[in-house]
């Protein structure tokens, strides 16, 4: 049954991303679109945004409306275009006194009303439209106070009277929260009481606890995740809450867009490989190796690892184990990105270091991420969480070994490799140390040395489908699924 739903988000890809949140956003939009369902997608018209090959249309009766939240008076319009590459249609919501900034997020005072004034806008134009959602899909804190505001200053619209709401948590780790005495920027006028208030006596709004309070359902991006985030370790404060909502709360595992990242196809690729054409991968090594100014060599293995540098991504564990291992093995590193400066710092150095061996490439670049998923024999993943990973799955269509920690996504979707079986699609360790990922990276180069052992591993990691197609089936179930129970009480 076709459904209608508005799904709002702070970042789709390709027009604005920063991290998995935009990739989930813009197969969602584009894969449930094809499958024949209304929906209706939301997200600021960012500055960043490339408007030179974007062909935008004003929404005729969505312009220059007012928003009032707390004290703020602002003004917003919403044009529409076409999400490149899919047939679906992006709103985005112009409101240049927001979203105009140097970066998508930003560390500003109002950083809470940007994406407060994201999701009102959303809502006033479902009305405007007479578009009345089955389905409101809010992501992450920047859209949670979605669920609140329905039950709330929107409840009287019949025209949301049998809307469902499902917030999707893509990371705990941020939860957008800001000083209570800015509460009134929530719009919620007199129903301010309902905001949490444990934390607002604790002077804070937290809203990724109130969509966690209020979303009919709510979902993470991977089973494993689902689970970890009602423990103590994982949960950033909300486990609680987290265990008090455990019957509404399920997993779905991010899938891949395997029109962008397929070695047979891949349009920033000079040469193409598949399972059964090997040798171009062998090429492209050499040339990723050329461009990044590496020893070229057939025989070393070379690493790859492409990452936002922040503590979730464990890079703390390679402080030490990686300058022994470099000392004591021979195998090349290509990096790509950037982050925090202890972590940039110590790559640089490495690069330094070792000229030859270690290229660290500073800053954000698809195109060299597809060289390097391409070029490199490896891939490193030591996170000490991660909701569902996105380049482990790449990793495996591109024939290069995942080495990753057992934790959230990348332990649904790797599998140890056990050399008697025969099984297996990467290098998975368990213990959040560095005799962890030491054990894992012998582990990794000593396989590497034995061919027949590698290729086999190489085989069954790109036999893995992690296709949108199969998990926008899961969102369509958990969709039908909550259309046919009550709405959550309040
Ligand atoms: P997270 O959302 O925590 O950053 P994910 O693995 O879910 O992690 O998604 C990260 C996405 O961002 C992947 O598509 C990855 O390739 C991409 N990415 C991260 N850093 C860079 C970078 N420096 N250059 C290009 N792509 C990057």
């Not at 998923?373 to 996170?383: I, N, R, V, W, Y």
């Amino acid at each position: 049954m076709p459904l209608r739903i508005c799904f709002i988000a702070s970042e789709v890809t390709p027009l604005a991303k920063t991290g998995g949140l935009a990739d989930v956003a813009g197969a969602l939009a584009k894969y449930l679109h094809a499958a024949g369902h209304d929906i209706r997608l939301f997200m600021p018209l960012y500055g960043q945004i490339d408007r030179s090959t974007l062909e935008m249309w004003p929404v005729e009766f969505l312009q220059d409306l007012p928003l009032r939240l707390g004290s703020h008076s602002l003004r917003f319009s919403v044009h529409t275009a076409r999400l490149p590459g899919a047939s679906t249609m992006v709103y985005l919501i112009d409101c240049p006194k927001l979203f105009e900034r140097a970066t998508i997020y930003s560390n500003a005072p109002d950083e809470h009303l940007r994406f407060l004034a994201l999701t009102h806008a959303a809502l006033l134009s479902c009305q405007r439209m007479g578009f009345a959602p089955q389905i409101l899909h809010c992501n992450d804190w920047h859209t949670a106070l979605a669920p609140l505001l329905l039950k709330t200053v929107f409840a009287w619209d019949t025209l949301f009277k049998s809307t469902r709401s499902l917030l999707t948590l893509h990371n705990m780790g941020y939860q957008g929260v800001f000083s209570a005495a800015d509460a009134a920027d929530t719009g919620l006028e007199t129903s301010l009481s309902r905001l949490d208030y444990y934390e607002t006596s604790e002077g804070r709004v937290n809203p990724l606890k109130e969509g966690i309070l209020h979303a009919d359902h709510i979902s993470t991006v991977s089973p494993t995740y689902a689970r970890e985030i009602q423990t103590q370790d994982y949960g950033w404060g909300l486990d609680g809450v987290l265990r008090d909502r455990a019957a509404d709360l399920s997993g779905i595992l991010n899938g891949v867009d395997y029109e962008d990242w397929d070695p047979r196809h891949d349009r920033f690729l000079p040469k193409h490989y598949s399972p059964t054409q090997m040798a171009n991968k062998a090429q492209l090594k050499q040339m990723l190796q050329q461009r990044l100014g590496l020893a070229v060599s057939d025989k070393r293995p070379l690493i790859g690892l492409i990452s936002r540098m922040t503590l979730q991504k464990g890079f703390d564990l390679l402080f030490d184990a990686l300058p022994a291992l470099m000392a004591e093995r021979d195998f090349d590193i290509a990096v790509l990105g950037s982050g925090e400066a202890r972590y940039e710092e110590f790559f640089a150095e490495l690069a330094h270091r070792w000229p030859h061996r270690v290229a660290f490439h500073r800053g954000y670049s698809d195109e060299l991420s597809h060289w390097i998923e391409a070029g490199s024999d490896l891939f490193l993943m030591p996170s000490l969480y991660e909701p569902c990973g996105l380049n482990q799955m790449y990793s495996l269509r591109y024939g290069t070994i995942p080495i990753v920690r057992r934790t959230g996504g990348l332990a649904d979707s790797v599998q140890h490799f056990d050399p008697q079986t025969r099984e297996g699609t990467g290098i998975v360790f368990n213990d959040y140390d560095a005799t962890g990922v030491s054990w894992a990276l012998n582990t990794a180069l000593d396989l590497y040395a034995q061919k027949v052992l590698w290729r086999k591993l190489v085989k069954n990691a790109m036999a893995q489908d992690f296709s949108w197609q199969r998990q926008v089936g899961e969102y369509e179930t958990l969709y039908e699924q909550l259309l046919a129970q009550p709405r959550k009480p309040d």
